[in-house]
C-alpha cells in the first residue's frame, strides 16, 4: 500500500515537474514570440508613420503639381538622411495608378517597372499594410508595401499616391533587429517552408534544415530552443513566420536538478516504507478484524448491538458510523414498510420473472386479491403484463390510465435497479375515475362554448350585413345631396342625416367591435386627421338633442385649430360619441361640458377629453362595475334609460388599446364627471391637411373616363356605388352576381372592378380569387363588403383583392381608395 502511494506520490511529482517544464518554455516562447511580433509592428508603425507625416509635405505637393521629379527625389533624399533608420527599400507615386516617379531602388532587387504598376493593382483601397510576392530576375521577392494619398493640405485635393515596399527577401537588417530584440542566438524568416532570411552562419553548429526539424519534433532536450512566430501585419494573419533558436542549457539544467532531488526522495521513501510496513500491518490487522466481525454479526443477527470502540481512532470513527448507518437503515426499512402498508393508493411489486411478489393492504382491498372467486386481480394483472415487461427491460412509465370494470386507475412504472440490473418493477396505482368524468365534461363544454361563439360570430356577420345594407343607402343618399344643395340651412340639415347615420353605424360597431374585443381581434389603425373635426361633429349631432331636452351643451377646445394628429380617429370619435352620449342620456336639467384639450410634455402629447355632466351620477359603490359589459349603475336604470350596457366597456377597452388612461368621479344626484387620457403623435400645428374629398373636383381626379364593373346584388347598394362612381366620371357595367361578372373580365377590359362578398350563385371571395389566379387578370379588384369582420377583409386579401372597402360607402373612405387606385394602378394617370 505504502509503495503504491510512493509509486502514486512519485508519479505525479514527474508529471507536475514536467508540466513545469512545458510551462517555462511556453512561457519563454510565447514571451520570445511577443518581442517578435512587437520588434515588426514597431518597424512598420515608424516607416507608417514617416509616410503619413511627409505625405502631406508642402515642398512635396508643389514638386507633384509642377512634375519636378528632380525636387520629389531630393526631398526624400534629405528625409532619409534625417532618418536613415526608417527609410523604406524603395518608393514611388503614383497618379490614377500611372507611374509618375520612382526612386530606382526596385532595381537593386532585381524588379521591373511593370512589377511596380502590378503592386499598385493588387494593393486595397485601404491604407493598410500588403504583403505580396512579386516577379524578379533574381527570383520571387516577398514585399511588405503601403501606400498612402499625397494631400494638398491647403484644398484638401488628393495629388497622388505614395508608394513605399519593404523586401522581406534576405532584408538583414530586420532579421538582426529580431535577433536582438528577441535575445536569440539565430533568427530565421520564413514564407510556407521557404527560407527567405536568415542569420545563421557557417561557424553555427546546426543548419537552417536542423532548425525547421527541430521546431516540428517539438523536442525540448536539444541544446537549442525553437519557437515559431507567426507574423500578424494590420492584426491579420499572414504566411510569413518566423523561427527563433536560443540556448535552452537552464531548461536543460532545471530538469536535471529536478530528476536527481526525485531519485533521491524515491530512495527516502523506500527506506521508509519498508521499516513501517511491519508495524502497521501489526497493529492494523488486529483491530481491523474485531471491526469486521461486529460488521458480519449485526447483518447475521440482524440485530444492533453498541460498538465497543477500537485503540485506532479512525477504526473507532469506523465503527461508530457503522452503528449509526445500522441504525438508520433499520429505521428506513421500518419507514418504507409503513408506507408500503398504509399507503391510500395501490402499490404492487413485481419480480423479473414478471409476478406479483408483494402488494400493499390498499392492492388488497381495491382488487380482492384475497377472493379467488373474484377475477378483478387477474384482470389488472393481465392488462399491466405488457408494461410490466418494459419496465423490465428498464423503461419508466408513467400515466398509464387502465379501465377495471367501472373504475378508471392511473399507473406509474419504474424499474428497481441494483448493479445495473433491474431486480423489481414498482407499480403505483391512483384511482382517477372522477377525473376522468371532469375532463369528458370540461371538453364537452369547450366543444360547446366554441359552436356557440361559432354560431354568435355568424350571427354578428349576418346582421352587420343586414344593418350595413340600409345604412349604406341612407349614408350614401346623403352625401350624393350634399354636393348639389346651395342653401346652408338644407346643408347643415344633410349634415346632420350624415351624423346621424354615422352615429347609427358606431352603435352597430359598438356591437361587432364588443365581440372583436372578447376574441382578441381588435386592432388600431393610426391616420392623420383634423382634430377640430371630431369637436364639431360632437356639437352638430348632439346639439339638437340637448335642445329638445332643455340641457346646456358647451363643447370647448384647448388647442390650435389647424393641429393634425397621427392616430386612429374612428376609435377616438367612438371614445367621444359615446362618453357624451351617456352623458346626454342621463342628464334631464342643467349642462353636459366637453373640454378637449392637447397637452405636450417631454416630447410627448397628450390628448385630453373631460366629459362633465350634471345628470343623475353614481354612486362610489358603483363606479368599479360601470365598465362591465352589459352592467348599468342601478337596477332601474336600464327599464327607464335603455341601452346595453356596452358604451363604456368599449369606451375603457378602447383606451386600454391605445395606451391611455380613464379616471371617473361622481356622486349620486349630482352628476359624473368622465376624464381620458390619451398618448397621440401631432404630425403638424400649422401645415394643411392633405387633399380630401372634398378639397378634389371629382371629376378631375382622373384624366381619362375609367370602366369599371360593379358586381352588387342589392339594388339600393349598386345605386349608391354607381352614383359615386359616375361622380368621378367612371363608366359603369353592373352584374349581380360573381359568375357574371367572371364572365364579364373575361369578355371586356376594366379598369377597376368592385366586387361584394355575399353574392347569388358565387361568392364574392371565390369570384375574386378566380379572377386573379384561374383568369390571371392585373385588374384589379376592390372588395367592397357590408361585413365589417376582420376575417373577412383577410379572406378577400388572400384570394387576391387589392382593397377592401367597408359598407355603407363614405366618401372619404371611397376616395381614398380611389387614390389608391390611382397611385398603384394609374399612375400614367396622374395629375400633376
Known sequence: MIAALTLIVLFQNYQVSSQLISEEIKRTTKQTSSLVQGIVNFKLTSLQIQQDSYSRNDTLVKAIRASLQGEISQFFDSVDETEPDYTPDFRYITINNQLIWDDSSYQFYGMETSALAQLSQDMTLSSNWHITQVPSSLGARYILARKTPIVDSASGEVMATLHIGVVLNNNFGLIEALKRGSNSENVLMLVGSQVIASTLSKKDDYTQLDVINQFAEHDN??????????????????YLSVYTVQNNDSILQFKRHHYFWILTLLA??????????YWIQRRVTQELGSLMQYTSDT????????????????????GQALELSFKRLTEQ??????LF?????????????????????????YFNASKVEDPTFHQLVEKLLPQVMMAARGATLTGLNIPLNDKV?????????????????????????????AEQQSETARLEAEESARVRADFLAKMS??????LNGILGVSQLLKRGLNEPEQKEHVDILCNSGEHLLAVLNDILDFSKIEQGKFNIQHTEFRLIETNQAVEKIFSPLCDEKGISLSVQTDFEPDIILNSDQVRLNQILFNLVSNAVKFTHQGFVNVLVSLKTADKQSQLSVVVEDSGIGISKNKTDTIFEPFVQAESTTTREYGGSGLGLTIVNSLVDLLGGTIDVHSELGRGSRFEVVIPVDVVDCHGSQPNTANDVNPDELFDRQLSVLLVEDNHTNAFIAKAF??????????????????????????????MDNQLPNLGGVEAARIIKEELQSEVPVFACTADGMLDTKREFLAAGADYVLVKPLKEKALFDAFMYLKSHYLSDDLVE
Open 221 to 238: 532536450t536539444s541544446a537549442y530552443l525553437v519557437g515559431e512566430t507567426e507574423i500578424r501585419i494590420n492584426g491579420v494573419p499572414t
Open 268 to 277: 527516502l521513501m523506500s527506506v521508509v516504507a519498508v521499516t513501517t510496513r
Open 299 to 318: 447483518v447475521e443477527r440482524r440485530y444492533i448491538e453498541p460498538f465497543n470502540g477500537s485503540k485506532i481512532e479512525e477504526f473507532d470513527q469506523i
Open 333 to 338: 426499512e421500518k419507514q418504507f414498510e409503513d
Open 341 to 365: 402498508n398504509f399507503s391510500l393508493s395501490p402499490i404492487l411489486v413485481w419480480n423479473r420473472e414478471r409476478r406479483v411478489i408483494k402488494m400493499n393492504p390498499a392492492a388488497q382491498k
Open 409 to 437: 386507475f392511473r399507473w406509474n412504472l419504474s424499474p428497481i435497479r441494483v448493479e445495473h440490473q433491474t431486480q423489481h418493477i414498482l407499480a403505483q396505482g391512483q384511482d382517477i375515475t372522477s377525473l376522468i368524468l
Open 465 to 470: 350585413h343586414e344593418l350595413r345594407t340600409p
Open 725 to 754: 362612381c359616375e361622380k368621378y366620371g367612371m363608366e359603369v357595367t353592373w352584374v349581380q352576381d360573381g359568375i357574371q361578372s367572371i364572365e364579364s373580365v373575361q369578355k371586356h377590359q376594366y379598369d377597376l372592378v368592385l
